[in-house]
Structures are given as C-alpha cells and as structure tokens.
C-alpha cells in the first residue's frame, strides 16, 4: 500500500513520539513516500532558520527533526516530475541531491509574490447556494456552484491561457533566465489542456498536465471561496500544497491534518476521479487497526 504524508504529517512526528512510533510500525505494510515538495518545504524551513536570531539554533534543530523524520519513515527514492510521456516517477536519488537542485533553483520568492497577488485577488467572501451549505459531501456540491462552472469556463478560455502563460514566462525568467525560459514555456504549452470532469486517467501519464489541470482547479476553488487561506501566508503554504495534491496522487492514501487541504484534495480527486482516498490522520489510524 502507497501512502503520501502531508509535510505537516512529517512535522508532527518530530514533536509527538507516539505518532512517529505509529507511522514507522507501518512501514511493515505500507511504503510511505517522499516528493521534491516535501522537500522545498524542508528547504524553506531550513533557510527560515536563521531569520530570527535568537531562535535560530532552534529552528535548525527542528528543521534537522523534520529531516531525519522524512528519512527514517519514507520509502528509498524521491517523486519526481516524469516529464510528458511520463506521469510522476519515483526517481533513485538522495535528499541532499535534490535539496541541491532546488537551491540552484530557488523559487521562494516567485511563491510568496504570486500568494501575495491571490491573497489580493481572492478577497470576495463565498456564495454559496442552500444546497451545497446543506450537503455534507462538500467536496462533490461545490463541483455544482454555478460560480465554480464559469471559474473553469474561464480557465478553458483560449484568452485567459495566453494571459497565464505570459505571466508564466516572466516568471521563468526570472528563475531560469531568458534562454532556458524559452525552452520550458515551450514545454508549459505542451501541458495546457482542456479541464473536464473524470479526465485523470487520459492525463495520468503526463505530468505536465496533470499539474496544469490540478493547479488550475486548485485556482477555480480559491476564487470562489472554497476552502479558501485567511492570507497572505496561508498563500503561500497553500502554493506547496497544490504540488502535494499532484504528488498525492501517485499514492493509494493521501494523509493529511491541514482541514483546507484536506478538502481541496478530495474535492479536486472527486472531480477528476483520481483513485487516491484523502484521509486525516485519525481516520488513516483506524484504517490501519481495522485491518
């Protein structure tokens, strides 16, 4: 059984023993896994460390926590794009090698500029119908909102694709410089396609679109109100959290205690019909006793 563990899963176990003893007796019948996500996450923390002086040595004893958590509980390998032909792979490579990846290619601040312009967008209170605040299957109601039906209308609009993918190049220009941003924009058209209920299987294999169909309904849900980050730092985790949907669906389980993420998950595995079943940490416990 393949089980994805949200970052703040990791986080946990580094601060409640009795959780970390219950995940590593799992590892008997489950294989937890990695991603290069958890692992920008981890880079934050660890760049993060020494931003508050007197904190510092603190912080980076609970960033090592964090780390030797990941390895001690995670399956050998690390998920990995696969590239357009290939979905998500597991690729044979250490933590420290893609640690070093990422910080040649350091995207914190492209993140925490784009959470700032959502935060900036994304600030109309939700309006829903009485039939989805009725539901208790939330996750499938929202799919319904005639708010959410024009959200990926427009997401599927030949205008607004141009619009992103211009934005999109500043962005890999910034990152990557002008001569490799040509090449990966080239690459970034390759991915956008049309975003319809139930397409997981026809995209399954290609990564690029599963991460532009997924980040794009992560967008959809944002803007109508759906679970939506109070601010501008909740943007930001939320930025790392699409990359975890995406990862998460590699997996048979998908383990998370973030409430937002929890339902966005589901919400965006019910519409495309990702077989991946979202469950919080209690939830996966007794799973697991139940068997």
Known sequence: MKVYLDFQIFDMCTKNSEIKEFIMKQRDTCDFFCSTAHLEELYRAVKNAGKNP????????????????????????????????????????????????????????????????????????????????????????????????????KQNWCDNICNQMRMLYKKLCQVYGKSKARYHICEAWKSVCPICRGSYKDMKNCYGKLEYVIEQLSRVLSKVGYYREKDERRFNSGEYDITHIIYGTYCDYFVTEDNRLYNKAKAIYYYLQVPTEVLTLKEFQNLEQSR
């Open 54 to 153: 007197e904190k510092a040595l603190e912080n980076q004893k609970k960033a090592q926590a964090l780390r030797t958590s990941i390895e001690q509980v995670c399956h050998r390998g690390i998920l990995n794009p696969g590239g357009h032909e290939q979905g998500i792979v597991l690729k044979d490579e250490s933590i420290e090698e893609c640690l070093d990846r990422i910080e040649k290619y350091d995207t914190r601040e492209e993140i925490k500029s784009g959470a700032k312009i959502l935060n900036e967008q994304h600030n109309q209170p939700p309006s829903f119908s009485h039939s989805y605040n009725c539901s208790n299957e939330k996750w499938k109601a929202i799919w319904d909102e005639d708010c959410t039906k024009r959200g990926i209308a």
